[in-house]
């Protein structure tokens, strides 16, 4: 079924949009939504106001017929960070998905408000993603203002394939930490051409690191999204592959010294 287009540019559709954009006509339907009242309990004590889907949408919708488990991330919500709740509900959607998944990732990284809970949500999301990528595809979609960063550029790596546009920027480190860490003569993160020249999704698809640079467009990302999910492999996961052997290989006559 032909994705709608809503009439807005993706970078300033919400998650809900952004997902309902993608999924086939109709097709999209939230779980866990902000009735099931799923906030986080440790934003109250940090004199933070929770919100109702903790930053986080997930639910189920068709692709092209196929059902498939669809998850997107609000970046204006605390910097599109992950928390524990937004992090269980993106796990828990993964884990039961058969056909495949979409994931609109718009994130500063691991809520810092969250600390290890965050990182420990981001590994079984990576957990998921690697076994769900096993039997099925796994599409990452970052086209929002936030970008990708921190934890969940982790799990962006470990996708089937990546779909960004020219809006977006993504990398481990952000440019406020990497300031922060080392200095502004270092990385400048007031300095916008430089984030957008080193980590623009642009740049990204230039490097490899993303596979597809589209429009900043509802219908755009809708169809780009469709075609990458119809693709067999992607080109990470293949180096791997590549490189698996050599190791093996390497390791065969390799001789195991053991120290006292
Ligand atoms: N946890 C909690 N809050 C976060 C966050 C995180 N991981 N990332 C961003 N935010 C908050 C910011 O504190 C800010 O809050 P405020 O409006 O109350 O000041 C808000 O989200 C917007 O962030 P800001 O930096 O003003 O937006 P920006 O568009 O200029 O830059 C980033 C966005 C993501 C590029 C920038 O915040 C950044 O570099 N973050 C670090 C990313 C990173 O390295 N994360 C590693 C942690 S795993």
């Not at 999301?125 to 960063?149: K, S």
Request: aromatic share 4%; glycine share 10%.
């Amino acid at each position: 079924m032909k994705p709608r287009d809503l009439g807005v540019r993706f970078a300033e559709a919400d998650a809900r949009e952004r997902l309902r954009a993608i999924a086939d006509v109709g097709t999209f339907r939230e779980l866990a939504g902000p009735f099931a009242r799923l906030t986080s309990p440790h934003l109250a004590a940090q004199g933070l106001v929770a919100q109702s889907d903790d930053g986080v949408v997930v639910g189920r919708g068709r692709l092209d017929g196929a059902d498939v488990a669809l998850a997107a991330m609000t970046g204006e919500f605390l910097g599109g960070s992950l928390g524990e709740v937004g992090g269980a509900k993106i796990a828990a959607v993964l884990e039961r998905a058969v056909n495949g998944a979409v994931l609109v990732l718009d994130s500063g990284g691991i809520r810092l408000q969250e600390a290890n809970l965050g990182i420990l949500a981001v590994a079984e999301i990576c957990d998921a993603i690697v076994a769900l990528r096993e039997r099925a595809p796994v599409i990452a979609v970052v086209a929002g203002r936030v970008g990708d960063y921190g934890g969940m550029a982790i799990a962006l790596t470990l996708c089937s394939h990546i779909v960004t546009s020219e809006v977006a920027r993504m990398g481990l480190n952000g440019p406020q930490v990497i300031e922060q860490e080392a200095g502004a003569d270092e990385f400048d993160a007031s300095n916008r051409v430089l984030i957008w020249r080193t980590t623009g999704g642009e740049r990204r698809v230039t490097q490899g690191h993303a596979d597809v640079l589209a429009r900043d467009s509802c219908s755009e990302i809708a169809a780009d999204v469709r075609r990458v999910f119809a693709l067999p492999r992607n080109a990470r996961r293949t180096s791997v592959e590549r490189l698996r052997p050599i190791v093996d290989a390497a390791a065969a006559t390799a001789t195991i010294t053991r120290h006292a």
